[in-house]
């Protein structure tokens, strides 16, 4: 039986959020893993109704599990959040309250999409350098999408910026205003792929496939339904820096904030962290060249030492939440975080 607590914290800007620290019936036995949600979503992303979810698996293998709610988390107040803030503000205080709730002065990381682009922008900074081990998975430095996906932010973005500051995916279920009525009425009429309406307007948000973030054969009917509850708000503001990382061809901040480099790529990393990079070959949010192309990079700077795994079978999220990734995946994230550095 797993037990929880909830740590808050402050972010470097005073900004209010929290650590989620689960644990089994007996101590852990190894040291603490931080487990990092993308945008739109929440820590609880990582616990799937599945036969044994991510969190689970990594307390049954004796490690000690915390996960973040950072400012995009949907547990938190709606904010117009960029990824320059995240790296410097969410991430590097999450650390080191892990650091000083646990009295380990080195953890690992699990990172997922804009969990993993802000994160990456903290460890490349030199930020957190108490994180000796980082998994990776969709998107890191590199991230690249469909061409479909750069037409569709060409064309919807404007329109979409003129009529509300944030995208919802529950749109689907409840649709409150004539925007979230608007966008809803066009995702029914463009997303014929399943009856879910929240799997659909996710679709439409962040990719452009159907679906795009998951392989339908590759979901469990509980957790095909139980992700209604898992999305909600995500700022238009963060596809805007997202489309520049795109046509920069590597993350770039935006807010010309002190502590961030202005380009990603441009000096050597200020980590010694080892990566290990996970793409799901059928992704259609970000494709995997964009964590190949970020493993050539680290394995520039230091050969032979950083991982990569192209998936062939899996897309985005299903990554952590498939009805099999607990065969297929999570062994292989098991290995890498177990690997001496």
């Keep these: 039986m797993l037990t929880e607590r909830v740590v808050p914290f402050r972010a470097g800007d005073g900004l209010q959020c929290n650590l989620i620290h689960v644990q089994g019936d007996t101590p852990a036995r190894k040291g603490p893993v931080l487990l990092v949600h993308g945008a739109g979503v929440r820590a609880n ?12 698996f990594l307390v049954q293998q004796g490690y000690d599990v915390w996960l973040e709610n950072w400012r995009a988390s949907i547990d938190l107040t709606p904010n117009l959040w960029t990824l320059d803030q995240a ?18 002065q080195a953890l690992k990381a699990v990172i997922h999409c804009q969990g993993s682009t802000s994160f990456m922008m903290s460890a490349v900074a030199g930020l957190v350098p108490q994180v000796k081990t980082i998994l990776s998975n969709a998107v890191s430095l590199h991230p690249i999408v469909p061409r479909a996906s750069i037409a569709k932010s060409k064309v919807a973005l404007p329109l979409v910026r003129l009529l509300t500051p944030y995208l919802n995916p529950r749109w689907g279920v409840s649709a409150p205003t004539f925007a979230a009525k608007l966008i809803s009425l066009i995702v029914r009429l463009t997303h014929h792929e399943c ?7 996710v679709s439409f948000t962040y990719g452009s496939g159907f679906p795009a973030l998951w392989r339908h054969e590759n979901l469990n009917e509980d957790t095909h339904e139980w992700l209604k509850q898992e999305f909600a708000h995500v700022p238009i503001r963060f596809f805007d820096q997202i489309m520049r990382c ?19 790529v441009a000096q050597k990393p200020q980590t010694d962290a ?23 990079y680290f394995n520039a700077q230091r050969t032979e030492y950083h991982s990569l795994y192209v998936l062939p079978s899996y897309s985005h999220l299903d990554v952590f939440m498939g009805k099999n990734s607990a065969e297929d995946i999570f062994p292989l994230m098991l290995a890498e975080l177990e690997r001496r550095n």
């Design 195 to 201: 009856r879910n309406q929240v799997c659909k307007q």
């Design 246 to 264: 795109v046509h920069a061809g590597h993350l770039v901040s935006v807010e010309g904030k002190p502590g961030l480099p202005a380009d990603f």
């Design 45 to 56: 992303i990582f616990r799937a109704p599945t036969k044994l979810n991510f969190v689970e």
């Design 274 to 296: 080892r990566f290990a990079f996970f793409a799901g070959r059928l992704n259609r949010c970000f494709l995997p060249e964009s964590q190949e192309k970020t493993y050539d």
């Design 87 to 104: 790296a410097l503000y969410d991430h590097p205080e999450a650390v080191k309250l892990i650091v000083r709730e646990t009295g380990c």
